[in-house]
């Protein structure tokens, strides 16, 4: 069985690490009049363990009941769901855009991206935030970085009847390919020493791997590129119904995500892309077919 509790991210702690009384945890009530938008920690009890997950959203949302765009952002390695809700600026264009975000921990801080352990997380995620806020089944979205970004490739694969679209960050790829059509946006820095764009090991490079995915999506033909500044964007449009690749590098872009705060001893960011506004655009227009 599948167990989930719930407590503002926020929430009072006494040193031995419950929850104070008093705290928001433990049932008091702020009125909703004040509340603008909330992150709430959730704990799901699942057959391999106890895993956790941050939800914002809208509290109360402007049209309450209206179901609503759900985006999962994946953390890379080493880093948590609470460090990239703060740094990649997802809830403030949540909040102006109208959607909801989870961000999901994984176990040791890494993504099991071999194998299916936290592709069936995600999918308690989803079902789970689902119940929580009427969440538009035709526009589930999951991004992410490094090791996350290779998990949110996993998670193209793996629920690709759920996923709509996918924009993993410093990636590479999996030995997966979806079994129908997932629109993805790639971003990439061309002098990521980390995770090539290149490739490397059993890793084809970035455009070997956009090439497999958009085989599997249905696309033909070349891209219309554009080129602004260090940005080159290649999009391929002409693939399954309602499906579409886009490809966005940056030339001196290391292994970081494009636009966010920067985090001591991490790589440089890139201010040449704001990849949350690019990835949310892509995401706002390639909902899954209905």
């Given at each position: 069985?599948?167990?989930?509790?719930?407590?503002?991210?926020?929430?009072?702690?006494?040193?031995?690490?419950?929850?104070?009384?008093?705290?928001?945890?433990?049932?008091?009530?702020?009125?909703?009049?004040f509340a603008t938008a909330q992150t709430t920690v959730v704990r799901l009890e699942l057959p391999g363990g106890a895993r956790t997950y941050r939800l914002r959203r809208l509290r109360p949302a402007p049209d309450a009941g209206a179901p609503k765009p759900l985006v999962i952002v994946l953390h890379g390695a080493g880093a948590t769901a609470r460090e990239v809700e703060r740094r990649y600026h997802w809830d403030a264009l949540a909040a102006r855009e109208g959607f909801t975000v989870a961000y999901p921990q994984g176990v040791g801080r890494r993504w099991d991206d071999t194998g299916t352990r936290d592709v069936d997380f995600l999918r308690a995620v989803v079902d789970d935030a689902s119940r929580r806020v009427a969440v538009d089944p035709n526009r589930?979205?999951?991004?992410?970085?490094?090791?996350?970004?290779?998990?949110?490739?996993?998670?193209?694969?793996?629920?690709?009847?759920?996923?709509?679209?996918?924009?993993?960050?410093?990636?590479w790829f999996p030995d997966c390919l979806p079994t129908t059509p997932v629109s993805v946006v790639h971003v990439h820095g061309l002098e990521d020493g980390v995770l090539s764009f290149d490739g490397g090991g059993s890793s084809p490079s970035v455009p070997d791997g956009l090439a497999e995915w958009r085989s599997a999506d249905g696309c033909t033909g070349p891209p219309t590129t554009t080129q602004a500044g260090?940005?080159?964007?290649?999009?391929?449009?002409?693939?399954?119904?309602?499906?579409?690749?886009?490809?966005?590098?940056?030339?001196?872009?290391?292994?970081?995500w494009p636009g966010a705060v920067p985090k001591p001893g991490n790589d440089p960011v890139s201010h040449a892309l704001d990849a949350t506004a690019e990835i949310w655009a892509f995401f706002r227009s390639h909902p899954r077919p209905s």
């Open positions: 069985m599948i167990g989930a509790i719930a407590v503002p991210a926020a929430a009072a702690t006494t040193s031995s690490g419950h929850f104070a009384p008093g705290s928001a945890a433990f049932g008091s009530r702020t009125s909703a009049a589930v979205f999951v991004t992410g970085i490094s090791n996350g970004g290779v998990m949110t490739y996993r998670a193209g694969c793996g629920l690709a009847g759920t996923v709509a679209a996918i924009g993993p960050v410093a990636a260090q940005v080159t964007h290649s999009v391929w449009a002409s693939c399954a119904p309602g499906t579409a690749v886009e490809l966005f590098t940056i030339a001196h872009g290391r292994h970081e």
